[in-house]
């Protein structure tokens, strides 16, 4: 199967859902889905491309959604303007982040980015006068009456997902996600070689942020809801998992982590304790054994596979898995 | 005034003990170990069954917590970190999140999320500081205990074979290793040394304060705020910055803010990494090597 017909094929998979799923569960787990794979695919940007571990992405997740649920909500502004305030929010605040974390390396720059995640908890749960704090943020609307439809408000959020992920290819494929591969494998390097790699990193952060900001806000005016335990470090933790787990540095690694660490939480739904265990082990276990991540590790093997047998299709070049994909190790 | 600097000295024995444990992990074997949190939690746990349930003495159940929070980190060490040697910090960092979270959600499915305390036998007295401020006797207990293990652990890494072995692999594990010296055995050591300090850590803070299975996770953190605040690899760094991060959430919690605390002490992390990565007491190259020689 060729590139373009698998693209087809996903695509037509993909438009077909809410076909099968309705206005019920099913159409409802495809959202989140959906808008998971923009905060994954975004946060790839960060861990895969450009070799920096960052645990904040949900703290950009919820100040997206509460930037856009508060201006839409208690200002009346069109939501429109408040998804780009979202966006707007979560990359200035990740701009002004970035200034003072990336002074900093390696796991200092992890520890960075577990505090930001701690601090902005705690906002969300303190500042009662915007966030509602514990309560919630009530009444965000959805973006207009037709969306009110399960199945509408799919194909909106689908619409945003192949914009994002668009863009996200056409990154890694200029100059720009060239200079952060080569940042990722050797700052030094990259340094000698004319980039600037402070640069580099303040830009890419600023763009996942926005992405992350942009789910946020989509997110919120689906549920029509905000709370501090939808973005806090367990979500960050999670949508971590999902990159590492499908495989950083990958186009499609990303999205099938979602998928896998999706079902898993709904199958472990109201086992949350049991839940993280499960997923600790799975990082552990990743970190181990299989860095490069399940995608990138499962089509080496299926390759072996297919060459072992004597009469076969040559093997598609195209989908190669760079070598320094994965966790930097 | 003195109250609150007497609040904040026990708070600030506590981090400094925590701080330590990460600090002689981080600066020997470059594990950023976050899954201490957990090591914590477990150690209050350990001491609550010995002395409540079991009803024994504390010191029993402090020596109990000590030594199965050593046999955890052994376990720790085997499994989620000698793959990693040669890895790299992030994948370190990785590993010790997910530690992290297995060990403080265990603690939860044993314990569930109910508040525990522990009262210790002959302890349940206040201590008057010359009139001008009044502790109760465990944490008078608590700096006792926390200065004695801070003098131990000085004495274990200066003086003793292991300790030597210790510093040579934190200055250089590869030739430390062409010299003989096993480093599986010393990262395993290390590991005990740190873990228990964690355990007996929890220990006191679960005898002093009363406790749930959530106490880790920040502490944990805090522990690293202590360490980046004394400056990475100093030994003496991590007791003072436990000690200066005590004070300061002590001052904030009553003059400034109750709600936004931990806003202020994370805030101050990103601030030092910021503008002096090497830390307060730091050299300037930006990581000492070894413990304070």
């Known amino acids: 199967m060729g590139r373009r017909t698998a693209l087809a094929v996903g695509l037509a998979l993909l438009v077909a859902v809410p076909l099968i799923g309705g206005e019920g569960y099913f159409t409802h787990l495809a959202i989140v889905v959906l808008v998971f794979s923009i905060l994954a695919s975004s946060l790839n940007l960060l861990i895969g491309y450009t070799g920096l571990v960052s645990i904040a992405h949900a703290a950009f997740f919820g100040i997206g959604a509460y930037a856009s649920g508060v201006v839409v909500a208690r200002y009346k502004v069109p939501v429109w303007l408040g998804f780009c305030a979202a966006v707007a929010l979560a990359a200035l605040v990740a701009a002004a982040l970035s200034l003072p974390s990336f002074r900093t390396r390696g796991i200092y720059y992890g520890i960075v980015t577990v505090a930001f995640q701690l601090i902005s908890s705690e906002v969300f749960d303190n500042w009662y006068r915007v966030t509602g704090g514990g309560l919630g943020l009530k009444g965000i609307p959805r973006p207009a009456a037709v969306f009110q439809s399960k199945v509408w408000y799919y194909y909106l959020t689908l619409a945003f997902v192949l914009a994002v992920h668009f863009a996200i290819v056409r990154l890694t494929q200029s100059s720009f996600g060239l200079a952060l591969m080569a940042i990722r494998d050797n700052e030094t390097k990259a340094l000698m070689l004319g980039l600037r790699p402070l640069r580099y990193k303040a830009a890419v952060f600023v763009i996942a942020a926005g992405f992350a900001g942009l789910a946020g806000s989509l997110y919120a005016h689906y549920i029509e809801y905000a709370h501090p335990d939808f973005f806090n470090f367990a979500v960050s933790i999670d949508v971590f998992l999902m990159v590492v787990l499908g495989g950083a540095g990958t186009l499609y690694g990303p999205p099938v982590g979602v998928l896998v660490v999706e079902f898993l939480r709904e199958v472990l739904h109201g086992f949350a304790a049991l839940r993280l265990i499960i997923f600790g082990t799975m990082l552990v276990l990743i970190i181990l054994f299989l860095p490069q991540g399940v995608v990138p590790a499962s089509v080496a093997w299926a390759r072996r596979l297919r060459i072992a047998r004597p009469v076969s299709p040559a093997p598609d070049t195209t989908s190669e898995p760079r070598r320094s994909a994965g966790v930097p190790r | 005034m003195t109250q609150v600097v007497a609040n904040g000295l026990v708070n600030g024995a506590i981090l400094a003990l925590f701080a330590l444990s990460v600090t002689i992990i981080f600066s020997i074997l470059r594990v950023p170990n976050f899954g201490l949190g957990g090591v914590f939690v477990w150690g209050a746990f350990l001491a609550y069954v010995v002395v409540v349930q079991l009803r024994m003495n504390f010191v029993v159940g402090a020596a109990v917590a000590l030594v199965g929070a050593a046999l955890l980190g052994l376990v720790v060490e085997r499994f989620a970190f000698r793959r990693l040697r040669t890895a790299s910090e992030e994948a370190m960092f990785v590993s010790a999140i997910g530690v992290l979270i297995i060990m403080e959600n265990a603690a939860y499915l044993v314990w569930g999320g109910d508040t525990y ?135 904030t919690q009553t003059y400034l803010t109750s709600e936004y605390k931990q806003v202020v002490a994370f805030g101050m992390l990103i601030l030092v990494l910021a503008i002096r990565p090497a830390g307060l007491f730091g050299e300037r190259g930006f990581r000492a090597d070894a413990p304070r020689p």
Request: glycine share 14%; aromatic share 8%; hydrophobic share 60%.
């Open chain 2, 117 to 251: 305390s522990m009262p210790v036998a002959g302890l349940d007295f206040r201590v008057s500081l010359g009139g001008l401020a009044f502790l109760p006797a465990t944490r008078v207990m608590l700096l006792v205990v926390a200065t004695c293990a801070f003098a131990g652990l000085h004495l274990l890494i200066r003086r003793s074979r292991m300790g030597k072995a210790m510093r040579a692999v934190a200055q250089d594990r590869v030739a430390a290793s062409l010299l003989g010296i096993p480093i599986d055995r010393v990262a395993a050591t290390t590991f005990a040394l740190g873990s228990g300090m964690a355990g007996l850590a929890g220990a006191l803070v679960g005898a002093t304060f009363s406790f749930t299975f959530e106490i880790d996770g920040l502490s944990g953190l805090k522990a690293f705020v202590a360490v980046v605040l004394g400056g990475l690899g100093s030994v003496l760094g991590a007791i003072a910055g436990g000690f200066i991060l005590g004070l300061i959430d002590s001052f």
